[in-house]
């Protein structure tokens, strides 16, 4: 069965850091793309990024509002996606979720980690 | 405001067939055939429902189906149930940015 664990949430405050990491087991880690995706309380989905699997790269892309203040990576050998959030705002604030990519979207899902940004 | 159009909220009683549209443009929804839909509980994370526009992964009941014209993908529940009562989101992938975009979210109520 496959399982994604999310943990590393948490208060922040304005302009701090953050780093998530999702425990991936119950499939072949590093054939799988990976992407984070959030979500504000009472709100959509937001697609946050995603990294392709190590196989097909490892390559990453990123949504526009949150480019170049985060930074996904993974652990194959401890089959592990992380999420690197620098320079944290206060709309930043939401559940952030670990998923599989399958047909280039969001497969498999975990059941999310909050982040609150507040001073 | 998301990138893909979805009306707010949908009902039908049990027992009959809604249908919820996504409309985008020729650069995500009209330009692949990477379409997801996904059902969400209240607190619950989402569940895919329906990829590649119109096929189902294992498990998920025959009485949801997905197609897609033009710019505008849809997903129909038919014989509605008490159960299918949740947050209904589409995803497509958008060559824009090599990810994909959302829409925002239907709620859909069974009467």
């Known amino acids: 069965e496959v399982q994604l664990v999310e943990s590393g949430g948490g208060l922040v405050k304005p302009g701090g850091s953050l780093r998530l990491s999702c425990a991936a087991s119950?499939?072949?880690?590093?054939?799988?793309?990976m992407s984070w995706v959030r979500q504000v309380s009472g709100k959509g989905l937001e697609w946050v990024g995603r990294i392709r699997s190590t196989t097909g790269g490892g390559t990453t892309d990123y949504a526009g509002p949150l480019k170049g203040r985060v930074t996904i990576s993974r652990d194959d050998s401890k089959n592990t996606l992380n999420l690197q959030m620098n320079s944290l705002k206060t709309e930043d604030t939401a559940v952030y979720y670990c998923?599989?990519?399958?047909?280039?979207?969001?497969?498999?899902w975990g059941q999310g980690t909050l982040v609150t940004v507040s001073s | 405001q998301s990138a893909l159009t979805q009306p707010p909220s949908a009902s039908g009683s049990p027992g009959q067939s809604v249908t919820i549209s996504c409309t985008g443009t020729?650069?995500?929804?009209?330009?692949?055939?990477?379409v997801s839909w996904y059902q969400q509980y209240p607190g619950r994370a989402p569940k895919l429902m329906i990829y590649e526009v119109s096929k189902r992964p294992s498990g998920v009941p025959d009485r949801f189906s997905g197609s897609k014209s033009g710019n505008t993908a849809s997903l129909t529940v038919s014989g509605l149930q008490a159960e299918d009562e949740a947050d209904y989101y589409c995803?497509?992938?958008?060559?824009?940015?090599?990810?994909?975009?959302f829409g925002g979210g239907t709620k859909l109520t069974v009467l």
């Open positions: 995803s497509s992938y958008t060559g824009t940015n090599n990810l994909g975009v």
């Open positions: 998923t599989t990519v399958g047909g280039e979207l969001p497969w498999t």
């Open positions: 020729s650069s995500d929804v009209g330009g692949y055939n990477y």
């Open positions: 119950g499939f072949t880690f590093s054939n799988t793309g």
